[in-house]
């Protein structure tokens, strides 16, 4: 079956590190782009980055720009978000997904969702 499984989260300080991992199984395999999307409490899902399998192009959110590396290891199956110089702000619910098809930035266009991982930064 297809499935999505994030791990990495947990608890820093601002201005630390963490690397959130991906493992992709299953009919994902057939998916083409992957993506890092995050939600805060009583927030809208936001984009975080995104990545292809094939093509290796990478985009990222403007708020994150500088700070988060979106990479991959096809042998492995599995897409890896670095993220250094963490702010407050970046707490969030972070999720990875996969899509078919060209580059999206939309969370409706995502045909498969892991479980998410917490990640919360302290001041």
């Known amino acids: 079956q297809a499935q999505l499984v994030e791990s990495g989260g947990g608890l820093v300080q601002a201005g630390g590190s963490l690397r959130l991992s991906c493992a992709a199984s299953?009919?994902?395999?057939?998916?083409?782009?992957m993506g890092w999307f995050r939600q805060a409490p009583g927030k809208e899902r936001e984009f975080v980055a995104t990545i292809g399998w094939i093509g290796s192009a990478t985009y990222y959110a403007d708020s994150v720009k500088g700070r988060f590396t979106i990479s991959k290891n096809n042998a492995k199956n599995t897409v890896y978000l670095q993220m250094n110089s963490l702010k407050p702000e970046d707490t969030a619910v972070y999720y990875c997904a996969a899509k078919s098809g060209s580059y999206s930035l939309s969370p409706s266009l995502y045909d498969y969702w892991g479980q998410g991982t917490q990640v919360t930064v302290s001041s």
């Open positions: 299953g009919r994902t395999f057939s998916s083409n782009v």
